[in-house]
């Protein structure tokens, strides 16, 4: 039987985790099963009211901009200011929107996450949405020395396992992307091939000039020429260059 506020399958006991990410998926692995309720609205953690729109929400989250989902979650922590999970996913909505390309809603992010702590201080979500803003804002040193100081506290234990779970992805070494590591070998092949042969041209121009020279004493051919070598050098460079830059681009370096 599924929700009787979103129709969503009935849940294994696990809720969508607020934080996205490779430090999202450290900080939920890391996080035991919290409260049975829906997955997808809270249901019956939040009144019916806020469950729907945060329903509604979900939904919007598949086809709508992130400005949207973010009024839609506004409305639900306005349907029940005093449950904790609207304002977890304001966060975690307010979190997205920062990935955009607007770092100062982790502001607000954080603000949301703050008052769900207030509202239920021994709900591992949030203090699982705390760790991870803390972890993107360089506040997890802080977050940890407040955790520590209250060591005795089970949410605190949890939360210390939590964050050395992302201090030890942190300092994992990082693999770069296949398809970033191509394209920054493609773009520096080609920009060594024009500089190399922006100076092949130079130096040609050069040879020219002084093979044309009545007064020049020396070999008075272009091969002769002192500046003939380095126009040859860059030259060669310039079309090693475009060739593996070309390479690079169909993904065969």
């Given amino acids: 039987?599924?929700?009787?506020?979103?129709?969503?399958?009935?849940?294994?006991?696990?809720?969508?985790?607020?934080?996205?990410?490779?430090?999202?998926?450290?900080?939920?692995?890391?996080?035991?099963?919290?409260?049975?309720?829906?997955?997808?609205?809270?249901?019956?953690?939040?009144?019916?009211?806020?469950?729907?729109?945060?329903?509604?929400?979900?939904?919007?989250?598949?086809?709508?901009?992130?400005?949207?989902?973010?009024?839609?979650?506004?409305?639900?922590?306005?349907?029940?200011?005093?449950?904790?999970?609207?304002?977890?996913?304001?966060?975690?909505?307010?979190?997205?929107?920062?990935?955009?390309?607007?770092?100062?809603?982790?502001?607000?992010?954080?603000?949301?996450?703050?008052?769900?702590?207030?509202?239920?201080?021994?709900?591992?979500?949030?203090?699982?949405?705390?760790?991870?803003?803390?972890?993107k804002t360089g506040a997890l040193a802080l977050v940890r020395a407040e955790y520590e100081s209250r060591k005795d506290d089970p949410p605190a234990q949890e939360a210390l396992r939590m964050i050395a779970a992302v201090e030890k992805s942190a300092s994992a070494p990082q693999e770069v992307p296949s398809g970033l590591a191509k394209t920054v070998r493609f773009r520096l092949m080609l920009a060594g091939s024009v500089v190399s042969g922006l100076l092949g041209i130079g130096e040609t121009v050069m040879m020219v000039m002084s093979t044309g020279n009545p007064g020049n004493s020396g070999d008075s051919t272009v091969m002769g020429s002192s500046d003939f070598p380095f126009a040859v050098i860059f030259v060669t460079a310039a079309v090693v260059m475009g060739l593996e830059a070309k390479r690079s681009r169909k993904g065969k370096a």
């Fill in 1 to 135: 039987m599924g929700c009787k506020v979103c129709g969503a399958p009935e849940s294994t006991g696990a809720m969508e985790t607020p934080e996205a990410g490779a430090i999202g998926e450290t900080v939920a692995s890391a996080v035991p099963p919290p409260i049975s309720s829906c997955p997808r609205c809270g249901y019956p953690a939040v009144k019916e009211e806020a469950a729907r729109m945060l329903a509604e929400a979900a939904a919007l989250a598949a086809k709508a901009p992130v400005d949207a989902v973010i009024r839609r979650i506004q409305q639900a922590v306005k349907a029940d200011p005093d449950s904790w999970l609207p304002r977890l996913r304001l966060a975690s909505a307010y979190q997205r929107k920062a990935e955009e390309g607007q770092p100062a809603l982790l502001r607000l992010a954080q603000k949301e996450v703050t008052e769900a702590l207030r509202l239920a201080p021994g709900e591992r979500e949030v203090h699982a949405a705390r760790i991870g803003i803390a972890a």
